[in-house]
């Protein structure tokens, strides 16, 4: 990282998806929270909502309609069993996919799971110029994604580029 460039605060928001925890069974929720602050950017928001296509789509919609936040965090909702809606929910709300999250987060948690990561369907994109990233519903995972990958690209000091530092080209038309 490049100290030349000073650190970008952002809004971030934290979506829960879940149909078993509760707000103080939240891990990951907390995780995501914790590390997001820690580094220098601001929570916007921290919500639950249970596994359903429609009500996840309806808050990230709230989010992404709404100026801030620049990015939304989900964690849950991404394996392959029937009630795992969160890429279903989200796909439909993106302009653009970041594949490359999803296969990066796939090769890195190979090292931690091994063939087990290709029942994650971790998906990122851009929606209405906020960041999307759908993560897994295991601390672990949360924090493998926020440490390896996430961190960095929300950081406009590092180099050669970042997410941050495209941000002001999102809307483009």
Known sequence: MSQARGFLPLQIAVLTITDTRTEAQDRSGKLLVERLTNCGHTLYEKQ?????????????????????????????????????????????????QIDGFGEMFRVLSYEDIKTSTMQSRAVAGVANGTYVFCLPGSSGACALAWDELIVHQLDYRTRPCNLVELMPRLRER
């Open 48 to 96: 639950l909502v249970r596994d359903d296509i429609y009500a996840i789509r309806a808050q990230i919609s709230r989010w992404i309609a709404d100026d801030n936040p620049a990015v939304v965090l989900t964690t849950g909702g991404t394996g392959v069993t029937g009630r795992d809606g969160t890429p279903e929910a989200v796909m439909p709300l993106l302009d653009k």
